[in-house]
């Protein structure tokens, strides 16, 4: 018996390698040509697995030296700026300017209602610059300036704030969204923004006032890190005895911030009308790339068009994708090698302004809300800047990158006659008719996909929370405790550090769903993957079952957002796409460990109370 069982079994298994296909699990349906390609890449996987474990363990490690003992030891000799709060006598619902959003969530409009849309703008240039000078914030080294870059059409750049205010019809109230030109806003100071348009959002029925960073790495120092954190640091630990508390981040700065905001958002509600919203996707995966393990990212870039029906107003264009503006952050030589300077003293917008340029031509509006961020920076190759004869330096590769976004924006939904005409009425900012046959250059409207544009209904539901969370990250303390960065700081009576943020949930149609996210969310917690392994919450589109995005760096500078079980202040990574490590230090700049746990169980809990 038991030698006729083992022949069946022989058979059986012959039979399985002399098949066609077998398929593995039936969630994946994954196929294969034989049960031996099922078993080699068993074992792939199994290396693979080997991989992260190590660069994990070697992570582990390192995060014990660098944040449990150097950390510690900086944590517990800086002494506290007056600045930091009681957390047992703090209480969240006290805690002012903050805006819960739509009491109600619709699913269709209200009767025949239809969107109104209102568009605005600012220079956050403080009234002193070009006398004083300032600090470019996320340059290293430190570096500060008074002077911005020129434009080809000979204007000088600005630093800017943008802001939206949408409105569905339905009496819910208006929705103000503002987009900085800076690397990122700590909370604390959105409360400052939203404290300057108390009056406006109480007269106009503003119930969700959201402050979004472009994330430009060549603006004025928002942060405080880049300004003067020794002086902050000396001035601050005899804050309690003095009673002045020095701040990192510049008040003028944090000043023009918020009268820039007000008169953008003043604007926008001056300039509401009523129209149309259209949305369009583009797969635009050539021009990004995640240059750091665990790879994950989103490839699209989405367009909200809106086209009033008055056809004397401006159209506005809303774009959302998700890529770091540092084209021009490292350029330490001018594009003239006799005229080398140390180091690039001008500040800049970076591609954003470009970008703008292009859509004023074109005759619209324009507003860039970031994306899903993540490790996720631009793509040069197809910008045509191989081309002999163009500047070298790094700032004008930024120009080239925003001009042909601008063309991807506009052109996305029209025929490639339609994208010939309109690169000639905007001026052929990419220099087609002269450099097209050219080895190494690209011509934008070649071979672009078309999209088709969807009419969005007048729906705009959102609702957003604000909780306190634990930051794990000394480093990050040491900023906030010491007042180097704006942070709203609370202290418990066991020395443990915490700060205010908040997460949020958007719809806006059918078409676009949104987490808005107060740091920069890496991909894999939203996509999955074998990144998100070790996470004990289910990736976002897992968990919703919606192909929703993420908005990064809203009302919040939360820093990077990982799976805690790669969570890496400075240590490796494993590319599985070029079988090596990757260096990371990207959590260095991070509430913690466990940042992305709060985040998105608070998300999750929004969610499902509206769903």
């Keep these: ?115 109104s849309l209102g568009y605005g703008k600012a220079s956050v240039l403080p009234s002193d610059f070009g006398e004083k000078e300032y600090a470019k914030g996320a340059y290293i080294p430190y570096v500060f300036g008074n002077d911005m870059y020129t434009d080809e059409d000979g204007n000088k750049e600005d630093l800017m704030v943008r802001a939206v205010v949408m409105n569905d019809g339905s009496g819910r109230g208006n929705v103000a969204f503002i987009a900085l030109d800076a690397m990122g806003f700590a909370n604390a100071d959105v409360r400052l923004v939203r404290e300057g348009l108390k009056d406006l959002a109480e007269e106009y029925n503003i119930v969700s006032i959201n402050v979004s960073c472009t994330h430009i790495h060549t603006g004025i120092d928002s942060q405080g890190v880049w300004t003067d954190p020794i002086g902050c640091i000396i001035n601050n630990s005899f804050s309690k005895i003095t009673g002045k508390v020095k701040y990192g981040v510049e008040r003028s700065f944090i000043e023009s911030v918020v009268s820039g905001s007000k008169k953008a958002v003043e604007d926008a509600l001056s300039d509401m009308t009523e129209g149309k919203l259209y949305y369009s996707k583009m797969n635009a995966e050539d021009y990004f790339f995640d240059r750091t393990a665990p790879i994950s990212l989103n490839p699209n870039i989405y367009k909200l068009e809106f086209m009033p029906a008055d056809s004397n107003k401006t159209p506005t264009i809303i774009a959302t994708f998700g890529c770091h503006p540092e084209s021009a952050s490292y350029d330490w030589a ?17 591609f954003i302004w470009s970008t703008e340029m292009v859509m004023n031509d074109a005759g619209y509006n324009f507003i860039f809300l970031q994306g899903n961020v993540s490790t996720v920076t631009s793509a040069r190759g197809l910008t045509g800047d191989g081309v002999d004869d163009f500047p070298g330096n790094a700032h004008y590769t930024s120009v080239r990158y925003g001009y042909e976004i601008a063309y991807l924006l506009l052109g996305m939904n029209m025929t490639e006659d339609e994208r010939i005409k309109l690169n000639e009425a905007t001026g052929d900012r990419l220099d087609v008719e002269k450099y097209n046959g050219q080895d190494r250059y690209t011509v934008w409207y070649e071979g672009l996909e078309t999209v088709t544009a969807k009419e969005v209904k007048p ?64 991909g894999e917690i939203v996509y999955g993957g074998k990144g998100a392994d070790g996470f004990e919450l289910a990736p976002v589109r897992k968990y919703t079952g919606e192909d929703i995005i993420v908005m990064d760096l809203m009302n919040d500078a939360a820093g990077y957002v990982a799976n805690p079980a790669n969570f890496c202040l400075a240590g490796i990574q494993y590319n599985e796409g070029n079988d090596a490590y990757d260096s990371d230090t990207w959590c260095l700049i991070s509430y913690g460990k466990n940042a992305a746990t709060a985040f998105i169980s608070n998300f999750y809990e929004i969610y499902d109370s509206v769903k």
């Design 1 to 115: 018996m038991k030698k006729m069982l083992m022949s069946a079994i022989s058979v059986v298994l012959v039979l399985c390698l002399m098949m066609p296909s077998v398929y593995a699990a039936e969630d994946t349906q994954t196929s294969y040509d034989s049960v031996i390609d099922y078993v080699n890449e068993a074992q792939a996987t199994e290396e693979t697995d080997s991989k992260i474990r190590f660069g994990r363990i070697v992570n582990g490690l390192s995060n014990l030296v660098i944040n449990g003992f150097l950390g510690t030891v900086l944590k517990l000799i800086l002494p506290d700026s007056a600045a930091v709060t009681d957390y047992e006598k703090f209480d969240i619902d006290e805690y002012d300017n903050f805006y819960e959003g739509t009491e109600t969530f619709i699913d269709e409009p209200h009767g025949k209602k239809v969107w």
């Design 334 to 350: 001018s594009a003239d090698p006799e005229k080398t300077l140390s180091f690039d003293k001008k500040f800049s917008p970076d």
């Design 459 to 522: 729906v705009l539901n959102i609702k957003h929370k604000q909780f306190t969370v634990k930051i794990e990250n000394n480093i990050i303390v040491l900023l906030g405790k010491t007042s180097v960065a704006d942070n709203f700081i609370l202290k418990d009576n066991f020395s443990r550090y915490y700060t205010v943020t908040e997460v949020g949930y958007l719809e806006i149609g059918d078409e676009m769903k949104v987490y808005m996210s107060p740091g920069e969310t890496f």
